[in-house]
């Protein structure tokens, strides 16, 4: 080949590497160098600094009263808003797996995200006329139940009126699916200031549906005006319409995409253009508040697979997606932009996946499909991000997210509990709370202290703490066991990457150890219900380290894993989990030995948390 012709080949290639670079910067893309590594449940990912995981309900069939009152555990795909100072959180539940009949639709609310009430049915059991059948179905429905599916749960109009919404869909067998468009149709009641509830009402029917042949009015024979002028508003949004594309009638005229676009979320930009996000990472930019759409791609950079991804513009005016940046559920992860556009970091959320203890179809590990507040749905007094999502499709958990989004501790730690301000003592802490694992702050013997309350056999309460990256190290903390014939505590030093170098653990034998190797090695025996003093001394370049508790040296050894540097110490009552990894079976078709009871309660006070070079 001649010279002249593998120079115009090698210009035409660097002009079209040039072009899709040109494209890249006009939608969204991620920029970033950060991977996630999917052997990790945190990726390697570094933890964005204060994040609290939060559960909102433990799902529990054999005692249901602890949970939603019904046993049922299958529970997913939650929604949130905030309106009238309250936390709202719609969630989908069936009694055993995905799609597999009775559905119904739950909320729960809360003050504070923190303390959340009992689940209540906002959408109920929707019975299925017998002898109903669908196109190219040979099954035909008997004494079947709707199966829920939405993509949107909440609708705030311009007049404040607050509304909530559902989607009954029919499954007729295993296989068949909700979102088809061959459902029953999308309802819709109110929610008043005082917490209760309008009737419910059919807002759009699926196609051979209609007020004659379902058991709720449609929205226009309402009474109420206001709530009519609120659906028609609703009506007349494309950004809200095109979450129903999956559900509603094939080619219906107010989807403006009615491809397989699936589970819209959104934000605008300061030009008052849209970004739209899809799963599998596609995106799309709207000049006309989502009348039309530039033809949605896949979004340069991002790693997501069939899952949701959520985008926002922040409290301080930059941008955040929220997602899975991998092929599997796992870990949560957020990625910041400037403007909108250009993502340039991806830092973990929560890295955990406890225990599935109730197997069932389509029931993947992991926290996922995560929701935001969206735009119109309110704005938390805190300027945090609060996202939710399932974990394990099982349990309900929120996420709240400080703004401006960091990733490193700017100072040294000098936490005395008891002196700091009330309310922000944890606001440099990054906590995972389980409901019978609870993380936080409470009064012990009249000193306020970090608390870690563990109840329960599948999982554990954890709390982290940044510090400046480090070489070299001392920490000190103060804690309290609850006793030492049960329970366990461990401590340990970790880098960047969440890569624990040495673990101190208050053992159930009553024994102080620390891991050497393979072996622990004894350090002391402690007591229940008496402070201890402990300070580490390490350093990464001979991986050494010394533990003296109340100042005495009480042992020595050398981190169990080499790392470059050190940035957060982690408090954990419960052992490191690496079940699922990528190789294990997708479902789940078995349940875990338990008796739905919580296991003996385990507590640990930390009165104070120091460190310095």
Request: glycine fraction near 8%.
């Amino acid at each position: 080949m001649k010279y002249s012709t593998i120079y115009k080949i090698g210009l035409i290639c660097l002009l079209g590497v040039g072009q899709v670079f040109s494209l890249a910067q006009n939608q969204v893309h991620y920029s970033g160098k950060t991977l996630n590594n999917p052997d990790y449940h945190h990726g390697q990912l570094s933890p964005a600094l204060g994040v609290h995981n939060v559960q909102v309900m433990r799902a529990n069939r054999e005692f249901p009263g602890l949970a939603d009152g019904f046993g049922w555990t299958y529970n997913h795909a939650p929604m949130l808003a905030y309106w009238n100072n309250v936390f709202y959180l719609e969630y989908l539940s069936d009694s055993v797996g995905e799609h597999v009949p009775p559905g119904q639709t739950l909320l729960v609310t809360s003050k504070d995200g923190y303390s959340w009430v009992k689940p209540m049915v906002v959408f109920p059991k929707y019975k299925v006329p017998d002898g109903t059948t669908q196109e190219g179905e040979t099954a035909v429905a008997k004494d079947l139940y709707a199966v829920m599916h939405q993509r949107i749960g909440f609708y705030t109009t311009d007049d404040q009126r607050f509304l909530i919404l559902g989607y009954y869909g029919i499954c007729l067998n295993p296989k068949d699916g909700p979102n088809d468009g061959n459902g029953i149709g999308r309802v819709a009641r109110e929610i008043f200031k005082d917490g209760s509830f309008g009737p419910i009402y059919f807002i759009l029917y699926n196609h051979s549906w209609n007020e004659k042949n379902t058991d709720y009015p449609f929205f226009a024979k309402s009474k109420d005006k206001g709530f009519v002028k609120a659906c028609n508003q609703l009506l007349a949004d494309p950004l809200q319409t095109q979450q129903w594309n999956e559900e509603s009638d094939r080619n219906d005229p107010l989807i403006s995409l009615n491809d397989n676009y699936k589970a819209l979320s959104y934000y605008h930009l300061p030009d008052g253009s849209v970004v739209g996000l899809w799963k599998n990472a596609l995106t799309a930019i709207s000049n006309n508040e989502g009348k039309t759409w530039s033809v949605p791609q896949r979004a340069p950079g991002f790693v997501n697979s069939n899952a949701k991804i959520w985008g926002q513009r922040t409290s301080d005016g930059h941008y955040a997606t929220v997602y899975n940046p991998s092929d599997f559920r796992w870990p949560l992860a957020i990625s910041v932009s400037d403007d909108g556009l250009d993502y340039k970091n991806l830092l973990l959320v929560n890295g955990e996946i406890p225990t599935m203890r109730y197997g069932g179809s389509y029931k993947s590990y992991g926290p996922q499909y995560v929701r935001g507040i969206q735009e119109r749905d309110g704005k938390p007094a805190d300027g945090k991000m609060w996202v939710t999502y399932s974990m394990n499709k099982e349990d309900i958990w929120i996420s709240s997210i400080p703004v401006p989004v960091k990733s490193i501790a700017e100072s040294q730690v000098q936490d005395v509990f008891n002196e700091l301000p009330e309310g922000k003592e944890l606001d440099n802490w990054n906590i995972y709370s389980p409901v019978w694992a609870k993380v936080g702050v409470e009064k012990h013997l009249g000193q306020k202290c970090l608390s870690l309350q563990d109840k329960d056999e599948f999982d554990f309460a954890m709390a982290t703490r940044l510090f400046p990256l480090s070489e070299k190290i001392k920490v000190e903390f103060t804690v309290e066991p609850g006793q030492n014939d049960h329970g366990t505590l461990f401590v340990e030093l970790q880098n960047e990457k969440n890569t624990a170098a040495l673990r101190l653990i208050f053992d159930a034998d009553g024994k102080l150890k620390t891991k050497a190797g393979y072996r622990p090695k004894n350090l002391l025996n402690y007591q229940a219900n008496r402070k201890y003093n402990v300070r580490i001394e390490a350093q990464t370049s001979n991986r050494y380290f010394e533990v003296f508790v109340d100042d005495k040296n009480v042992g020595n050894g050398l981190f169990f894993a080499p790392v470059a540097s050190l940035q957060q110490i982690v408090f954990r009552t419960g052992e490191i989990r690496r079940f699922p990894n990528v190789d294990t079976p997708t479902d789940q078709d078995f349940d875990v030995k338990q008796d739905g009871k919580q296991a003996q309660e385990a507590n640990y006070w930390i009165s104070s948390v120091k460190t310095w070079n």
